[in-house]
């Protein structure tokens, strides 16, 4: 069993969280049981499934909910995308957040690299 505090890119996905809530405050009210409801559950969870994971006993059902955890974060990807489409955000802010999902997906890339090594 793994302590999710300890490991890095459950610190990074929660750090990602509290941006995309930030975010979400950018975004029209009209969208509040839509797309705001959409990327906040895709951001939230990808530090979930790696708590979740962590408690695991079994490296492989570790990896199984890393690999959920990529998925929700290419999920949120592709919905930060449309926000940006579709809304008037600031684009620093934007480009800031959406660096940070694309290092953390490199992060867990590996990280599911490292686990399934051993």
Avoid: C, H
């Avoid at 969870?45 to 994971?53: L, T, W």
């Avoid at 059902?61 to 990529?70: A, D, G, K, N």
């Amino acid at each position: 069993m793994r302590n999710f505090r300890n490991l890095e890119i459950w610190r990074k996905g929660l750090s990602l969280v509290n941006q995309i809530y930030k975010l979400s405050r950018s975004i029209p009210e009209k969208e509040t049981y839509g797309l705001i409801s959409q990327i906040t559950r895709s951001a939230i969870s990808i530090p979930s499934n790696i708590a979740e994971g962590s408690g695991r006993k079994s490296s492989k059902e570790f990896v199984r909910f890393l690999e959920i955890s990529l998925g929700s974060s290419y999920e949120l990807e592709t919905q930060l995308l449309i926000v940006e489409n579709n809304f008037n955000i600031k684009k620093e802010e934007f480009k800031l957040i959406l660096k940070d999902l694309i290092d953390l997906q490199k992060m867990i890339t590996s990280y599911i690299n490292s686990v399934n090594e051993k």
